[in-house]
Structures are given as structure tokens and as C-alpha cells.
């Protein structure tokens, strides 16, 4: 691996690490070099997950945190100890359609989406100015907070209120030698959506992506080492689409 993308000596903070794309990216960063603290609600996911990486030698550590609540941001930054690197993966969604959703159902997605990863990157980034110490913040957004479809209106806005707040924390924050960038995955095949995929409705929704296929958790991994790594040292305020074209496909 190009030593642009080596993160060796890194700490890494991977929200929502239980299953899904938290724990990809905590291989993927595992394999880079950096030392991985898995973060989510379920702790026997994670103690399977963390055996999984040290079985092949990365160095991984659990905490326990709920993105809803303050309190347990604080407590699992406290417990992960010097960090570098926080990727706000933590996410969830409720499927209704607008007229139907309720207060609490507004509120558990945008709480998760949005004010979770604010805490959690406020948090962080406290924590880096009073040490005088550089970080890298990675928002795992997603291309509907560029583009919309139905039934999921709190996820619609939670993501898209995610780039901007993106955008926000990299222009305040650049001074502190802190970078915030943004990933917005398309569709990406995962073990909760896979078997969604393979019938008819979702392969009409393959067929309005102009590469003609599902995305896979590895297309995201270019993104995400460019942006915790040296190799994106000048990236910053950056929102970054993996989607095969998803999002210029025609209306």
C-alpha cells in the first residue's frame, strides 16, 4: 500500500461498527494500519468483530455507545482514548410514507443521522483543540441527501442536513488542522439489504443505476482511505459520491 494511504500509528473511531458497512470500514481501516475502536449498541456483535480483526493481527477495542444519548457519546470518547480518525457511520431509517410518520419516528432517525454524529464530532474535536492535536472527521451521508425518493422523509433530511453540517465543521474547524469530509454511498448490497436486491423490485432499482449493478462495501474503500489519510492532507468541506452514477442518471 502506498504509504499516502498508510495509517499506521492511527486511531480510529467507527460509529455503528456492529454490522453492515461500520464493520467493513473497520476492516478496511484495520487493514490500512490504523488500530480500530468498535462502537454500537450491540455488544456481542462487537466481541465478534473485534476477535474477527484480531485474527488478523489489527488491533481493535470495543466501546459501548448509543448516538442518542449525550451521555453515552461522552462516556465511549472518554473510553476510546486518543483518537485521529472518527468515521460517523451510526444510521437508521423508518420507512412510512410522510403523512404517516410520527413525532418519534422524526425524531429516533434525525436524533441518530444527525445529532449523533454532531455530539460525536463535537466531541472529538473538543478533545483534539485542547491537545493541540490534528484529526480527521469521515460523515458517512448517502446520495439521498443530494437526490430524494418516497417513504423516507426524516432520512431524506437527517443525510442531507449531514453535507451541510459537513461542510460547516470543515470551514470552522480548519484552523485546528481538523478535516471533515463526507461520504455519500448509492446503493451498496449489504447482509440486512441483500436478499432485497435480488427480486424484482430491486433489480428495477439496479436498472436506473447507469452502471447496471448493486455496489459492494470494498467501492467504498477508496473514498475512505483518500479521506483519513495523508493522501487527502488538502481535502477538506469535501463530499465524495460513490454510486456508479446513480445521481447523474437522467429524471
Keep these: 500500500m502506498s504509504k499516502l494511504f498508510d495509517l499506521s500509528g492511527k486511531a480510529a473511531l467507527v460509529t455503528g461498527a456492529s454490522s453492515g458497512l461500520g464493520a467493513h470500514f473497520a476492516h478496511c481501516l484495520g487493514a490500512a494500519g490504523a488500530s480500530v475502536v468498535l462502537a454500537a449498541r450491540r455488544a456481542d456483535r462487537l466481541a465478534s468483530l473485534q476477535a474477527e480483526l484480531s485474527g488478523k493481527n489489527i488491533k481493535a477495542t470495543t466501546v459501548d455507545l448509543d448516538v442518542q444519548s449525550?451521555?453515552?457519546?461522552?462516556?465511549?470518547?472518554?473510553a476510546a482514548g486518543p483518537l485521529d480518525i472518527?468515521?460517523?457511520?451510526?444510521?437508521?431509517?423508518?420507512?412510512?410514507?410522510?403523512?404517516?410518520?410520527?413525532?418519534?419516528?422524526?425524531?429516533?432517525?434525525?436524533?441518530?443521522?444527525?445529532?449523533?454524529?454532531w455530539l460525536v464530532a463535537q466531541g472529538a474535536?473538543?478533545?483534539?483543540?485542547?491537545?493541540?492535536?490534528?484529526?480527521?472527521?469521515?460523515?458517512?451521508?448517502?446520495?439521498?441527501?443530494?437526490?430524494?425518493?418516497?417513504?423516507?422523509?426524516?432520512y431524506n433530511a437527517s443525510k442531507a442536513g449531514l453535507l451541510h453540517l459537513t461542510r460547516a465543521l470543515a470551514?470552522?474547524?480548519?484552523?485546528?488542522?481538523?478535516?471533515?469530509?463526507?461520504?455519500?454511498?448509492?446503493?451498496?448490497?449489504?447482509?440486512?439489504?441483500?436478499?432485497?436486491?435480488?427480486?424484482?423490485?430491486?433489480?428495477?432499482?439496479?436498472?436506473?443505476?447507469?452502471?447496471?449493478?448493486i455496489g459492494q462495501p470494498e467501492h467504498l474503500d477508496g473514498a475512505l482511505l483518500l479521506l483519513a489519510s495523508q493522501a487527502g492532507e488538502f481535502m477538506t468541506g469535501s463530499i465524495v459520491t460513490v454510486d456508479g452514477g446513480h445521481t447523474v442518471n437522467s429524471l
Design 70 to 78: 449525550g451521555m453515552s457519546i461522552a462516556a465511549a470518547l472518554e
Design 86 to 117: 472518527v468515521v460517523n457511520n451510526a444510521g437508521i431509517s423508518i420507512v412510512k410514507p410522510a403523512l404517516d410518520m410520527t413525532e418519534d419516528d422524526w425524531d429516533a432517525v434525525v436524533e441518530t443521522n444527525l445529532r449523533g454524529a
Design 125 to 154: 474535536a473538543k478533545r483534539w483543540v485542547a491537545n493541540k492535536q490534528p484529526g480527521c472527521i469521515v460523515n458517512i451521508a448517502s446520495i439521498l441527501g443530494l437526490r430524494t425518493i418516497g417513504q423516507v422523509a426524516p
Design 171 to 213: 470551514m470552522e474547524w480548519a484552523r485546528h488542522n481538523i478535516r471533515v469530509n463526507a461520504i455519500c454511498p448509492g446503493y451498496i448490497e449489504t447482509e440486512m439489504n441483500s436478499p432485497f436486491w435480488k427480486t424484482p423490485a430491486g433489480q428495477k432499482l439496479i436498472d436506473r443505476v447507469p452502471q447496471r449493478r
